[in-house]
């Protein structure tokens, strides 16, 4: 059993930047791979980025490429997203999950994943 927390969200101005951070326990994380999620009011939850156990794959959703980046610490058992450039459109409550995993791959579909947290509000406003 694996629970995530998520961490770091909050208000920021359109152009402004955000670290996000979710830390995993119960399990070693190294052997899973992680994403983000985020879910608008009235809008269904969609993929923002993933990551392999090893870091080596990192696919991204087109709306958040070149503006997100996402890593991780298998030492501290923690995932990041840094947001830069950030939109008014990136408003959402964003989530972490996780699946173990034992080959380098990245999952970007929600129903893939096995663990979930739950959530941190980011609010892009002036």
């Known amino acids: 059993q694996v629970t995530v927390v998520e961490s770091g969200g909050g208000l920021v101005q359109p152009g402004g930047s955000l670290r996000l951070s979710c830390a995993a326990s119960?399990?070693?994380?190294?052997?899973?791979?992680a994403g983000w999620f985020r879910q608008a009011p009235g809008k269904e939850r969609e993929f923002v980025a993933g990551?392999?156990?090893?870091?080596?794959?990192?696919p991204y959703a087109d709306y958040v490429e070149g503006r997100f980046t996402i890593s991780r610490d298998n030492a501290k058992n923690t995932v990041y997203l840094q947001m830069n450039s950030l939109k008014p459109e990136d408003t959402a409550v964003y989530y972490c999950?996780?699946?173990?995993?034992?080959?380098?791959?990245?999952?970007?579909?929600?129903?893939?994943?096995?663990?979930w947290g739950q959530g941190t509000q980011v609010t892009v406003s002036s």
């Open positions: 999950a996780a699946k173990r995993i034992y080959g380098v791959v990245a999952f970007t579909t929600a129903k893939q994943y096995d663990y």
């Open positions: 119960g399990r070693i994380l190294s052997t899973y791979a």
């Open positions: 990551i392999s156990w090893d870091g080596g794959v990192t």
